[in-house]
């Protein structure tokens, strides 16, 4: 993949992550819908926040929505790979929150939680990228 192709392919991951963010903030702020899958959104918005850092960076990562892992694959320095030390919790909705299970399902005060987290790390990737120098034409 070309640098340019890389910026925009970054852009689009983060528009993605933008989108899943702020529907997942919506349905907290109404308080409207099942807490799972305001849980399920922060999660994917945290998930591809990552990705389009390594996108950007033009890493090859793994099919996987395993947040820790693909963290680590971020080099130092980089504002997104040391705001949470720990997104095992947040990883988790990636699947509990879509299916039955033994798992408790999620309460707003999880779901709170699980969108801050992801705002968080998106608000860190935007800056990370902005940072680097990747200029943002969509309201980022």
């Known amino acids: ?13 983060l528009r993605f992550a933008s989108e899943d963010m702020r529907l997942a903030e919506t349905l907290l702020c109404e308080e409207r819908g099942a807490p799972r899958h305001m849980c399920w959104l922060a999660q994917q918005a945290a998930e591809k926040a990552i990705k389009a850092v390594l996108v950007f960076l033009q890493v090859d990562f793994p099919r996987s929505h395993d947040l820790d892992a693909l963290r680590i694959l971020v080099p130092d320095g980089w504002g997104i790979k040391s705001v949470y030390p720990d997104l095992a919790d947040l990883t988790e909705w990636a699947v509990e929150a879509r299916y039955p299970s033994d798992w408790p399902e999620a309460a707003l005060p999880e779901a709170r ?8 790390m998106l608000n ?8 680097h120098g990747l200029v943002f034409d969509d309201g980022q």
Do not use: F, N, T
């Open 113 to 120: 939680e699980a969108v801050e987290k992801a705002r968080r």
């Open 124 to 131: 860190a990737a935007v800056d990370d990228l902005r940072g």
């Open 1 to 13: 993949m070309s640098a340019l192709d890389s910026l925009l392919e970054a852009r689009r991951w």
